[in-house]
């Protein structure tokens, strides 16, 4: 398999590394001037000619142009453009600084999210692109700026809820969302069951979601690739940056590595919920009606650095640790510990052959565990879950001398070793004491290879092929997954566009949805349990207006998937040597259409974002089962008709800048009883009758509509030394009670005390919060 790759990929390359050179090339890196970090996506052009390109995931270009003298415009958003003119007689290396704005409230934009033209040229749709100061100045919960919560504002990204940052794209589950941290994986993104995202946006470099049209380096899940990359750190001088919040606090730390040949970034994070809470236990513990507040702290800890070990080689480490601890102590005997959290590391080693040849290779190290440990009088138990992954993945890229190919290929391996469930549960005295141990191992791997190829000026094309496969125990299991995307240019300011993808996903999350506590278990394609499926096209247009301020997309999707999985009523998840046996199979259908209108230039940009979607699944009878409903199509919880978000960030002055955000929300499908059975015992004795809820068939009630207004206000301070600001939010401006979940209350006879109906309820999170923030950089 491995001789046949190699030559499929010799085979792609070696005409374009035969092609006579008929001009010479410029190439080099953009780097911001005051940081020395890469720019990636910035735009290198040649106005005179119309030609031009933008840089790579390394800041690195490559632009073919005649002999002679050109003058080359180098831009980014967020920085001040630089302007060379420069004679080409050779091959020339042109390395760029680009300054920072003056009118960027302080905050550097080490990534931006591309210039309006660049999306309408490119043959890449259904991505959105995130920048750390997009995310800072909008509003946040408790004042903690949020990453994956400001993914949420996008189209065709569905929030899991009140308050959470669970994931639901395009129709898919939470588990089908591949999020890489540098590229490694990280298996549960959300800390404070779910508030908060893991990732410190005080680290971060960039934000990828791609939504559809996934790229052939890519694979593994279904709905979505969330790409995260960490800043480098500043190259030039040592800095200190961080923030004191109402919940939590973080501080940053970077600068150079031997005299500017690496850089290195350390950031931490840590809440303080368990000092207020500590505190308020001391004070009322001598009460015995008080019942105490449970412990809850979660923290982080990021690292990057890189080296330059020559003029054609980098090293790049990666290190993340997190975790939450939860924690409650009675005086009654019952106790509760739970820790759950992630760890990974990467080795990135990027060489140059040449100015249009590199190469990226990683080696990394993940793993998620969870451990939850109760005791009750005289009885204890503990269940964890874990699961490991040792990674290696090599990346190679080619552009060819007249920049019309853009070639990728690489290949990845990754080790699983997943710890199903382990549960320990002893008496006191030992008269009762046992235990359960599962694990499994599997391995899961890819070969790619795909092309970016300009035909002209009017069409591009992006197609690709990936062949992937999971082996665990006796079981194997493969497939191709071709990938293909086009654009074509109706005129400069117009184009149409069109993906197709097909994905397949080997590792499978098992949760109990009836818990309240994130337990979590990672389980194998084996056995009776085949690999999930699925396919997605996607089409739309993207027409630039308003001499270039403003930028429409319109896509519509559909997507159909196979080997869906849930559970049979009844189900036992834990410690369960079986659990494939526990599983339903069925097939999931989504589709929709996304209008997306955004400006980013001016003293106000923003967006606004509408989807209109349908997500159904089916589950037949089977296992002895009647299925789910019948067999019947029903709707999952994250199934939203409607969904719009407007997003407005306005520069009152160059010290202040206001931001607000709104969304609105189809209320989420749920199962509610529609009735209940009463009857009397046998002896017909006093007492409310025995009331059994009569439930209809899966999800057919709809909860109330979810809206929401956010306001924020950026004020930039002038600290003797340094950059300061204070970040002022208000969440939920208008106090809406949204809802959390329903539950029924009795209704009473006031004279007799007995029951004679029941009244729903619900149940709401947060009211209006104002929150502040202090932030700082020197």
Sequence with gaps: MFVRYTLVVASLLMPLFALAQTQYTLSGVVRAADTHEVLPGASVAVLASATGTATNENGAYSLPLPAGTHEVVISFLGYQPVTRTITLRRDQRLLVELPTAANELGEVVVRG??????????????????????????????????????????????????????LFVRGGSSDQNLVLLDDAVVYNPAHLFGLFSVFNPDAVQSVDLYKGGFPAQYGGRLSSIIDVRLREGSHEKVGVSGGIGLISSRL???????????????????????????AINRVNQDDPDYSPIPDYYFQDLNLKANYQLGS?????????????????????????????????????????????????????????????????????????????????????????????????AGATITSHDFGVGRLQAESVSNLVNFGSDVNYAGVEGGVYAS???????????????????????????????????????????????????????YIHLVTNSGASLPTDIWYPSRLSVKPQRSQQVATGVSWLLGGGKYLLTNEVYYKWAANQIDFRDGAQLFANADLDQEFLFGKGWAYGNEIYLEKKEGKTTGWIGYTLAWTKRRFPPQRGTTGINNGAVYYPTYDRRHNLTVVVLHQLSPRINLTGSFVFTSGAATTLPQGRFAFQDALGSGGDPVAVPLYPERNTYRLAPYNRL???????????????????????????????????????????????????????????IPSITYNFKF
């Design 252 to 278: 940053a730390i970077e600068g150079p590595l031997n005299k500017g040949k690496g850089s290195f970034l350390v950031s931490g994070r840590r809440t303080y919920f368990d000092v207020f809470t500590r």
């Design 113 to 166: 999210s591309g210039t309006l033209e660049q999306k309408l040229q490119t043959t890449q749709m259904s991505v959105e692109r995130l920048t750390t100061r997009e995310a800072k100045l909008l509003p946040a919960l408790f004042g903690e700026v949020d990453l994956l919560k400001t993914l949420q504002l996008k189209p065709g990204v569905q929030n899991g809820g009140e308050g959470t940052s669970g």
């Design 312 to 408: 054609k080689d980098q090293v790049f480490l990666t290190g993340y640790y997190g975790s939450d601890v939860f924690g409650f102590n009675s005086d009654g005997g019952f106790n509760i510990n739970f820790e759950w959290g992630n760890m990974l590391g990467s080795l990135r080693w990027q060489h140059t052959f040449a100015p249009r040849l590199y190469l990226n290779t990683t080696a990394s190290v993940t793993r998620y565990r969870y451990n939850i440990g109760n005791a009750l009088d005289e009885f204890s138990f503990g269940l964890a879950s874990t699961i490991r992954d040792l990674s290696l993945r090599s990346d190679l890229e080619y552009r060819s001398a007249d920049n019309r190919h853009v070639l990728k």
């Design 710 to 768: 956010d306001l924020g206000l950026v004020y930039k301070l002038r600290p003797r030394h340094g950059e300061s600001d204070l970040t002022l939010s208000i969440y939920n401006a208008y106090n809406r009670r949204n809802p959390y979940f329903i539950y029924f209350d009795r209704i009473e006879d006031p004279e007799t005390e007995r029951t004679t109906g029941y009244r729903a309820r619900q149940v709401s999170l947060f009211p209006t």
């Design 451 to 505: 092309d970016n190829f300009t035909i002209n000026d009017k069409w591009q094309l992006d197609y690709g092929l990936r062949l992937s496969g999971f082996h665990s125990g006796s079981d194997t299991y493969g497939g191709i997954e071709p990938r293909v995307a086009a654009r074509y240019s109706l005129s400069p300011t117009l184009s149409l566009k069109a993906n197709y993808a097909l994905m397949y996903q």
